[in-house]
């Protein structure tokens, strides 16, 4: 099953220009993943897991519902945290010119497949 996602998660850093992907389970740990050498999957999976969990909390705390996205902007790139149900994370790392509106619409596609994979 894991080789499904992975497919998945493939399809869509070539469809998005991102540079990496990580699917994580609700506790921390990495379902599938394509991830640059430099990145640690199992750090990744961690961060996106407790990130994740924290940012539910501060829209819960200041009424804004339910969160559907998490965004992180560094000097070189964006890390981008999606919940798919409440049984995943979709992680993304993309570059500093990386096109959002294009990667945010392939974001919104891949979560719909890992959906119906997840089920």
Same mark, same amino acid.
């Given at each position: 099953?894991?080789?499904?996602?992975?497919?998945?998660?493939?399809?869509?850093?070539? *469809?998005?220009?991102?540079?990496?992907?990580?699917?994580?389970?609700? *506790?921390?740990?990495?379902?599938?993943? =394509? $991830?640059?050498?430099?990145?640690?999957? *199992?750090?990744?999976?961690?961060?996106?897991?407790?990130? &994740?969990?924290?940012?539910?909390?501060?829209?819960?705390?200041?009424? @804004?519902?339910? $969160?559907?996205?998490?965004?992180?902007?560094?000097?070189?790139?964006? =890390?981008?945290?999606?919940?798919?149900? *409440?049984?995943?994370?979709?992680?993304?790392?993309?570059?500093?010119?990386? @096109? &959002?509106?294009?990667? &945010?619409?392939?974001?919104?596609?891949?979560?719909?497949?890992?959906?119906?994979?997840? @089920?």
């Amino acid at each position: 099953m894991a080789v499904k996602y992975t497919e998945i998660l493939e399809e869509f850093i070539r *469809d998005s220009g991102a540079e990496g992907a990580v699917l994580v389970s609700v *506790d921390g740990l990495a379902i599938a993943s =394509v $991830l640059p050498s430099t990145a640690d999957e *199992d750090r990744v999976a961690a961060m996106g897991a407790a990130i &994740l969990s924290l940012g539910e909390r501060v829209t819960s705390e200041l009424n @804004k519902g339910n $969160l559907e996205q998490l965004y992180i902007k560094g000097s070189t790139g964006y =890390v981008i945290f999606t919940g798919i149900k *409440d049984v995943a994370v979709l992680g993304v790392l993309a570059p500093v010119n990386a @096109k &959002l509106g294009l990667l &945010l619409m392939e974001i919104h596609r891949t979560v719909k497949k890992l959906e119906q994979e997840l @089920k």
